[in-house]
Structure formats: structure tokens, C-alpha cells
């Protein structure tokens, strides 16, 4: 994915700050909070990491790329890869969330989607939908889909098929490029192509409440190719741990959960 100079101008609009919000809009500036790492975990450096999410317990990440696509069972501590299945060229893997047994993923461009079982990895069927398929995650009764753009689809997963749209806004302005996405204690955290901030969003009027600076663990991962940006997030809801790292990072970190 490469973003145009439109599309960059556009994300740093939405994260400068403004001061007082246009009427109707957000009142104040989202707070910027440094993540704080908490642990720190090995993670495949050959990853190109996509999607990833923690599902009772256990580890499940999504690799990009055309002939490096893949699904993977991970152990979280040592950054093993247990269990994969791979995409065939031409396609390229993007996010995955979990649904009623199965792993739910996307592909960029190819408007081509996946049923995969969660305990074996076998592949148990496809979708279809437009446009591209970036990132995803689950609220419990929906699936959350990017694109790219700033406007996130909620998704009825078993046909797939959207039921409302989602604009996403900082500062009044629309933030492009979302990415890799998670449901987060009420809350959608989404990294944002391009940039070392996670953006903090309420699911109901779309306005990003915060951010997450993930700028320092990026230097301490030692990634500074160009598509080694920070990607991924992965919430253990049961022991309310929170991750995260970056396509081809060495090291997973744990870091301390945002505040309301």
C-alpha cells in the first residue's frame, strides 16, 4: 500500500492540533498518550503482520504480501509460528477476526474474503465484498472492516453483508488510511497507515477520543524500512493485556491499556 501526498497531507491535518472544534464537531483536541511498554516478546521479523488478535487465549496473526499471505496460530511468548495456512499468488492478505469458530480474513485488492476454522486452519469457504479490505475486528454481534479510507463498515458476518457506515473524524477533519483494527473495553483502536499513532474511536459518533503514540517502540524495534510501520493490536479481554508491534518488527511489546 502506498498513500499519495493527498492522502499524507490529509492524515497530519487530522492529527495536528486545532484548538476549539467547528460547531457540531469535537469539542478540544484528542489527548496524545506515549505508549508505555510493559513486556517485551519475540515476533517473526519475516512477518509483513496484517491483522492479529487474541482469541481465549490464544495468539492469531495475518501476514501481507503476494506469496508471503498467510494465517498463523502463534505462541505468544516465544513468537513460534505453531500453525499456518497460506494464501496462492496473486492474493495478498490482509485483517482477520474470529467469528463462531472460524477465522474470518481479507485480501487487498481482490475483493476476496476467507473462511478458515479456527482449531485447524482449514480453509471452510469465501466471500465476496467492493473495495479493499484492510483491517478488521469484532464487537461481540458485528465485524468492523477498513479500507483505507476514514469511514469504517459494520458487517453482519455470516453473509457479510455492511449495515452501517462509520465516519471517522479528529479535530473535524476525516482520518484516512485506517488499518489494522481492534475492539477495545467499548472502544475501536486502529493504526493508521504511515504513522506511529493508534487512534482511539468511539463506535458510535466515529470521533477519535485519543491517541496512542507508538513512536519510541518503533525506534527501540529497530524497523526503519519503508513498509516496517507500526501494524497490529492484538486485546486479551481476560487478562487485560494489551499488544502491539509492527510489520517485520523483531518484538511484540505489551503495553499499559488507555484510560477513559
Known sequence: MRAGARLVALIALALAPVGAARAGQEAGDPPVVAAQALRRLPHDRGAYTEGLFIDNGVLFE?????????????????????????????????????????????????????????????????????????????????????????????????????????????????????????????????????????????????HVVGWIDVAALHREAGATGEDQVANGIAWDAAHRRLYITGKEWPVMFQIRPPKG
Open 62 to 206: 495475518s501476514t501481507g504480501q503476494v506469496g508471503r499471505s498467510s494465517i498463523r496460530r502463534v505462541d505468544l511468548t516465544t513468537g513460534r509460528v505453531l500453525a499456518k495456512i497460506t494464501l496462492a499468488p496473486p492474493l495478498f492478505g490482509e485483517g482477520i477476526a474470529p467469528w463462531k469458530g472460524q477465522i474470518l480474513g481479507l485480501t487487498w485488492r481482490d475483493g476476496i474474503g476467507f473462511r478458515v476454522t479456527r482449531d485447524g486452519l482449514r480453509m471452510a469457504g469465501r466471500f465476496a465484498y467492493l473495495g479493499e479490505g484492510w483491517g478488521m475486528t469484532g464487537n461481540g454481534r458485528e465485524l468492523i472492516m477498513s479500507d483505507g479510507t476514514d469511514t469504517l463498515r459494520f458487517i453482519q458476518p455470516d453473509a457479510f453483508r455492511t449495515t452501517r457506515l462509520l465516519r471517522v473524524t479528529a479535530n473535524g477533519v476525516g482520518v484516512p488510511m485506517l488499518n489494522e483494527l481492534e475492539w477495545v473495553d467499548g472502544e475501536i483502536l486502529a493504526n493508521v497507515w504511515l504513522t506511529d499513532r493508534i487512534a482511539r474511536i468511539d463506535p458510535v459518533s466515529g
